[in-house]
């Protein structure tokens, strides 16, 4: 769910400034699923960039504190959205965890690293949701230590189907500050793509496992 439009248009004039985000529907990307895309997204380039930075932080702030009220804590998911976890936290001034994909193997075997106390709320911060299965993966380690996970702010969605089902299965309430369709409609505003390159995202949006096999 995305709660303001001009945030969302601004986030993705943003992502495509600082090259976060790059649409190359003539020479796809491979991800690591194996799927061919025409879009790449880094959201950890932000961090280079301090008004960038800034902004994001001020933004999924507000966004967090608006749509679940004030956390006791707030969790980052590993490794993308530590860094833009810490700063929401330190914008929001309450205390900061992460989640790591799965326990150490070592010493304590954490999964859950840093302070958190049963029935304490939680939000948790993400980078990027493509199919959630990740983030939702957090969400559950968190449940397990007895936290009482508000829901989840992201920087941006792909806005797969598979991952709406996937939040509305575990019953996790998600919310972003841009997705895959302000970010078409703001790359064409821009001219950074053609009537003809809009077509191919979506596209590729609809059935991306089998796009371009």
């Known amino acids: 769910?995305?709660?303001?439009?001009?945030?969302?248009?601004?986030?993705?004039?943003?992502?495509?400034?600082?090259?976060?985000?790059?649409l190359s529907p003539g020479k796809p990307f491979q991800w690591a699923s194996g799927w061919n895309s025409p879009i790449y997204c880094d959201n950890r380039v932000t961090l280079s960039y301090p008004p960038v930075r800034v902004f994001l932080k001020e933004e999924m702030a507000k966004i967090a504190e608006l749509q679940y009220?004030?956390?006791?804590?707030?969790?980052?998911?590993?490794t993308?959205?530590?860094?833009?976890?810490?700063?929401?936290?330190?914008e929001l001034g309450v205390p900061f965890i992460y989640v790591r994909p799965e326990p150490k193997n070592h010493g304590r075997k954490n999964q859950i690293e840093g302070h958190l106390e049963s029935g304490q709320n939680v939000i948790v911060i993400e980078d990027l949701i493509s199919t959630g299965k990740s983030s939702l993966n957090a969400v559950e380690a968190l449940k397990e230590a007895g936290a009482v996970v508000k829901g989840m702010v992201a920087i941006f969605s792909y806005g797969f189907e598979i991952a709406t089902e996937n939040f509305k299965e575990k019953n996790v309430s998600l919310t972003t500050l841009s997705?895959?369709?302000?970010?078409?409609?703001?790359?064409?505003?821009?001219?950074?793509?053609?009537?003809?390159?809009?077509?191919?995202?979506?596209?590729?949006?609809?059935n991306p496992s089998k796009w371009n096999k």
């Not at 009220?69 to 590993?78: E, L, N, R, S, Y």
């Not at 993308?80 to 810490?86: C, K, N, T």
């Open 179 to 206: 997705n895959y369709d302000n970010l078409l409609e703001q790359a064409l505003d821009s001219s950074y793509i053609s009537e003809k390159e809009l077509a191919t995202l979506q596209e590729w949006r609809a």
């Open 1 to 22: 769910m995305i709660l303001n439009k001009d945030t969302a248009k601004k986030t993705a004039e943003l992502l495509l400034q600082i090259k976060a985000i790059k």
């Open 69 to 78: 009220g004030k956390p006791d804590v707030i969790a980052g998911v590993a």
């Open 80 to 90: 993308g959205a530590i860094a833009i976890g810490v700063l929401v936290a330190q």
